[in-house]
């Protein structure tokens, strides 16, 4: 129950600190467990629409060693669904699909006690190696458990607007 509640207080955190500031515009949040579409939030920045997804520490994991904290969280669907991967085959996990929101916003608050958050383009996240899956199907689905310290390193950052504005210029580019 506690991790349930903490993360709706973490979503309710980051919505503060990050999203309700004047470049973020249409702000909404999907019906949650929603099966279909995933993200915790949609909003515009910069005149193209995007999807986050805010997950939390799994808190007994971290540890703090020489000034450097480290951590897991999950990063997986609550149950295992059926999906649709980019190259059309369809198969039966608990592992989000790469693509299916645009940014990952992970609380950092069991680091220090501080709210504070790191964030990631769906597409930089560290892809499954599990050998449930062909790797023509790896290449499509995050690994469920990631990896994460503090200080941050690649891919992540602590600023959401770095990582949109990296999006933004991609998208415009394409």
């Known amino acids: 129950m506690r991790g349930l509640m903490f993360g709706f207080v973490a979503e309710y955190k980051l ?12 702000l909404a949040r999907p019906r949650a467990h929603d099966r279909k579409a995933k993200g915790d939030f949609r909003f515009d920045y910069r005149g193209q629409n995007f999807t986050l997804e805010v997950k939390s520490l799994d808190t007994p994991k971290v540890r703090l060693r020489d000034g450097i904290y ?8 609550s149950d295992a669904r ?6 059309r ?3 039966t996990t608990n592992c989000l699909v790469v693509g299916e929101f645009d940014v990952l916003g992970v609380c950092l608050f069991a680091f ?7 964030f990631a383009s769906n597409q930089d996240l560290p892809k499954t190696t599990s050998g449930k899956y062909t790797p ?4 499509y689905l ?8 503090w200080p941050l390193e690649p891919p992540y950052s602590d600023d959401l607007f770095t990582v949109l ?4 210029s991609e998208r415009v580019r394409r």
Not at 112 to 118: E, K, L, P, Q, S
Not at 136 to 139: C, F, L, S, V
């Open 89 to 91: 085959q369809k198969l």
């Open 15 to 26: 919505k503060k600190l990050w999203l309700q500031r004047p470049e973020v515009t249409n």
């Open 165 to 168: 504005d990296r999006l933004v």
């Open 70 to 77: 480290t951590g897991t969280f999950q990063c997986n669907a």
């Open 136 to 139: 023509a199907q790896q290449k």
């Open 142 to 149: 995050l690994k469920s458990a990631m990896k994460i310290s």
């Open 112 to 118: 220090g006690d501080r709210w504070r958050f790191a």
């Open 82 to 87: 059926e999906v649709a991967l980019p190259n």
